[in-house]
């Protein structure tokens, strides 16, 4: 996942949080390796080289995470979309800052794309893809995942209260903070920007941040970043920064990316998916 993760614990046994920080950490780097694109032996890389070529057996917890990942594409109408991964190369985004593609090439690029492109087999947990050229990219949901399954741990060994975070796009809070008011978060501010963030509340809940500016380049004065609205193959209009907060990072992960896309005609769709989401939403500026 490229980045860097966070656990802060508060308890009064500072030896069992280490621990159990220690088993959470692992979990995370255990799952980098099942699911990043930029490594070559994990499943995703083995699936984005064989699945076109036909069905191929995965562990169920990778399978479980691609059921829901594609639940959450048909929610949303395809804003969030782990096959966008063509585009967001097409786009120069893999491991670089972008650039624009060649109209020929991304028109090409959109017929690989499309989360009905990818068949999953629930009696034998295989996955296959219905065309050459498609390709999964977990980079919007991945860290979510990874840090809903480091919670898991922590809870499981009884951590109350704590903050866990992926890049500080992703925060996982257990417990309501030491004023019991909620874990104090503030949202990002754009780059340039000066002060603090609106400042949000998590009691046992989490909140991911979407944002053009992450990895972006400039053109005919728009921002062009990083996340692509697969619906029209190029990177997002519709706003400049998505928050969400939901109970599962996994679900406020991908949430926040199909916000970003969907800009304001995603808070009414998506509240009525996920009744008490808190939404958050930046349309104007970079
Ligand atoms: P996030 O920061 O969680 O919004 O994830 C952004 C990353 O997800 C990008 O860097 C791409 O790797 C990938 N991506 C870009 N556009 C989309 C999309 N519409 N749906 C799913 N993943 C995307
Ligand atoms: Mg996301």
Redesign the pocket.
């Known amino acids: 996942m490229a980045t860097r993760f966070e656990v802060a614990l508060a308890g009064s046994r500072p030896e069992a949080l280490r621990a159990a920080a220690e088993e959470a950490l692992d979990e995370i780097a255990r799952l980098e390796d099942l699911l990043s694109i930029y490594r070559p032996n994990s499943v995703i890389s083995r699936l984005n080289r064989e699945a076109a070529s036909g069905a191929v057996a995965v562990d169920p917890v990778v399978w479980g995470l691609l059921r829901r990942a594609l639940d959450l594409s048909a929610a949303t109408d395809g804003?969030?979309?782990?096959t966008?991964?063509p585009?967001?190369r097409a786009w120069g985004?893999h491991g670089a800052s972008g650039s624009p593609p060649d109209p020929q090439v991304l028109a090409a690029t959109r017929e690989c794309v499309g989360w009905r492109l990818v068949e999953l087999d629930p009696a034998r947990f295989t996955v296959r893809f219905l065309r050459p050229g498609v390709m999964l990219?977990l980079?919007?949901?991945g860290?979510?995942f990874a840090l809903d399954r480091a919670v898991g741990i922590l809870r499981d060994a009884g951590v109350e209260s704590g903050l866990v975070h992926g890049g500080t796009?992703?925060v996982c809070a257990l417990g309501s903070g030491p004023d019991g008011e909620g874990w104090p978060v503030a949202l990002p501010l754009a780059p340039g920007e000066r002060g603090h963030g609106q400042v949000v509340r998590l009691r046992d809940e989490t909140l991911?941040v979407?944002?053009v500016w992450?990895?972006a380049f400039m053109a005919d004065g728009r921002v062009l970043g990083?996340?692509?609205?697969?619906r029209v193959g190029e990177p997002v209009m519709a706003a400049s920064m998505a928050a969400v907060r939901l109970p599962s990072a996994t679900e406020s992960?991908?949430l926040?990316?199909?916000l970003?896309?969907l800009g304001e005609a995603g808070r009414a769709r998506l509240e009525a998916l996920r009744p008490g989401i808190g939404l958050w939403l930046r349309t104007a500026g970079p």
């Open positions: 804003a969030f979309d782990p966008a991964g585009l967001v985004f990219d980079g919007a949901v860290k979510g796009s992703t991911s979407s944002a992450g990895r990083h996340v692509i609205d697969p992960d991908a926040s990316t199909a970003l896309v």
